[in-house]
């Protein structure tokens, strides 16, 4: 499974568009790109899930470029809620998640 | 729909003594997890279940950590003999076909 790479942190305003990148550069032909949203004593919550293009639903969206080597979670207006920590995997039909540490996000008012 | 069920959500425990922790994951899903989370990392997969046969456990301990999913519905995750580096919050999950992975809110270990 490819390994990704995420900033650790980021800090951002309340009512603002945070894009998170992640960057998978050895993304398999058959790999899916998942993010996923962790709140403090609480497990993983799945977002947004896309191979290709741009996904988007009523949480986010997901642009993946052609090369597919790198994605981008968008989370619009963003509140004081947002405040988790969200993960970028990479998997493929095993099932499999790996994940990694995460982008820290702190939503201030 | 129901989600993950875990027990119990916190465990106290000496180091040396013996925990087991239960899951029960989404109806239907084949496919059940248990992650090891570590306070400031992510999740570590310990075992991946498919069914009730076991897909991958490379990362479970196994002279200590033991898992079974009888039926292929509940799991039991054990410990014997904990350690103090055994703390942490040890998640369950489950997959639907689309791979999308629930978790069930975990189980808070501490071993003094």
């Known amino acids: 499974l490819a390994k990704t790479t995420q900033p650790i942190s980021m800090d951002s305003y309340e009512g603002q568009e945070v894009n998170i990148t992640c960057s998978h550069n050895?993304?398999?032909?058959?790999?899916?790109i998942t993010w996923y949203q962790q709140f403090p004593s609480q497990g993983p919550r799945f977002i947004i899930q896309?191979?290709?293009t741009k996904v988007t639903n009523e949480v986010a969206s997901l642009f993946i470029p052609a090369d597919r080597k790198s994605s981008t979670l968008s989370l619009p207006r963003v509140s004081l809620s947002d405040t988790a920590v969200y993960y970028c995997?990479?998997?493929?039909?095993?099932?499999?998640?790996?994940f990694g540490s995460g982008t820290r996000l702190l939503v201030r008012p | 729909e129901a989600g993950v069920a875990q027990s119990p959500r916190y465990k106290i425990i000496e180091k040396r003594q013996s925990v087991a922790f239960w899951c029960n994951p989404i109806s239907g899903h084949a496919t059940l997890y248990w992650y090891q989370q570590i306070l400031g990392q992510g999740p570590k997969l310990l075992i991946q279940?498919?069914?009730?046969?076991?897909?991958?456990d490379s990362q479970l301990p196994k002279d200590r950590f033991s898992a079974e999913r009888l039926k292929g519905v509940d799991s039991t995750l054990k410990i014997q003999p904990a350690k103090l580096e055994d703390s942490a919050v040890y998640l369950c999950?489950?997959?639907?076909?689309?791979?999308?992975?629930?978790f069930g809110p975990g189980t808070r270990l501490t071993v003094t």
């Open positions: 999950a489950s997959t639907n076909p689309s791979y999308e992975q629930y």
């Open positions: 896309g191979y290709k």
């Open positions: 279940f498919q069914n009730n046969g076991v897909v991958d």
């Open positions: 050895n993304i398999a032909t058959n790999d899916y």
């Open positions: 995997l990479v998997g493929d039909s095993s099932y499999k998640l790996i």
